[in-house]
């Protein structure tokens, strides 16, 4: 019985063809593969310079650590801690003159940015020269050349003033605005998207202090839209 309904439903009813499952999807299965296969090679549009995606500092041997007791690494995240003593300074590492910082990537990544932090406590200009590392491993490709100074950076303060008005719970808030300077050496260089296992700074010509050491805070490099 059940199987003369069965056909009695397929051969009078007009069922209509159901839907693809991806019939409004946005992008076809090819793409979404292309889409993660491009992310994968981007290193998930993260940082592939931090120690946590896989980075280390294969120059560590030469490099100085310049602070004691605490995390110097520029691949480090924890960037902000300052040691207790006040004759310490904020975590940074140092390359004498003619030596190089390089940083390693777990495997060859598309990148378009790098960022780097130099020292910028006081008024220094350090000449150097900033390289990516070809996936070869080996071939190397200039994107900074110069003195990597302090700017000058206009940063709004402000200092509020509270007047309470008995409406309610409504106030007005008066704020007066000040403008301080502040220095930062963050660098942004931008540079055409290109497979990249590494990167070089190099201590071409020291500080305008003491002419002798590079000293960087972070380095950064990723894949930007």
């Given at each position: 019985?059940?199987?003369?309904?069965?056909?009695?439903?397929?051969?009078?009813?007009?069922?209509?063809?159901?839907?693809?499952?991806?019939?409004?999807?946005?992008?076809?299965q090819?793409?979404?593969?292309?889409?993660?296969?491009?992310?994968?090679?981007?290193?998930?549009?993260?940082?592939?310079?931090?120690q946590?995606?896989?980075?280390?500092?294969?120059?560590?041997?030469?490099?100085?650590?310049?602070?004691?007791?605490?995390?110097?690494?520029?691949?480090?995240?924890l960037?902000?801690?300052?040691?207790?003593?006040?004759?310490?300074?904020?975590?940074?590492?140092?390359?004498?003159?003619?030596?190089?910082?390089?940083?390693?990537?777990?495997?060859a990544?598309e990148?378009?940015t790098?960022?780097?932090?130099?020292?910028?406590?006081?008024?220094?200009?350090?000449?150097?020269?900033?390289?990516?590392?070809?996936?070869?491993?080996?071939?190397?490709k200039?994107?900074?050349?110069?003195?990597?100074?302090?700017?000058?950076?206009?940063?709004?303060?402000?200092?509020?003033?509270?007047?309470?008005?008995?409406?309610?719970?409504?106030?007005?808030?008066?704020?007066?605005?000040?403008?301080?300077?502040?220095?930062?050496?963050?660098?942004?260089?931008?540079l055409?998207?290109?497979?990249?296992?590494?990167?070089?700074f190099?201590?071409?010509?020291?500080?305008?202090?003491?002419?002798?050491?590079?000293?960087?805070?972070?380095?950064?490099?990723?894949?930007?839209?």
């Open positions: 019985m059940k199987l003369l309904l069965l056909f009695f439903l397929l051969e009078y009813l007009d069922f209509a063809p159901l839907p693809a499952a991806d019939a409004n999807a946005k992008f076809s090819n793409d979404l593969y292309i889409l993660r296969e491009a992310s994968i090679i981007r290193g998930n549009y993260k940082d592939v310079a931090s946590f995606n896989g980075a280390l500092l294969s120059s560590a041997r030469k490099t100085i650590f310049w602070t004691l007791g605490i995390e110097n690494s520029p691949l480090r995240n960037l902000y801690y300052y040691p207790p003593d006040p004759n310490l300074h904020q975590g940074h590492v140092v390359a004498r003159l003619g030596e190089s910082i390089i940083v390693e990537f777990l495997q990544y990148i378009n790098v960022r780097f932090w130099m020292w910028d406590n006081d008024d220094r200009q350090t000449d150097i020269q900033v390289l990516t590392i070809a996936a070869d491993r080996r071939t190397e200039f994107i900074y050349d110069g003195n990597a100074q302090a700017k000058i950076l206009p940063i709004q303060k402000s200092s509020s003033v509270f007047i309470l008005i008995i409406k309610k719970i409504n106030c007005i808030h008066l704020v007066k605005l000040e403008f301080i300077n502040f220095k930062m050496t963050l660098h942004v260089v931008k055409s998207d290109q497979l990249v296992s590494g990167l070089k190099y201590n071409r010509g020291g500080n305008s202090l003491d002419h002798q050491y590079m000293s960087i805070i972070k380095i950064q490099a990723f894949y930007a839209f």
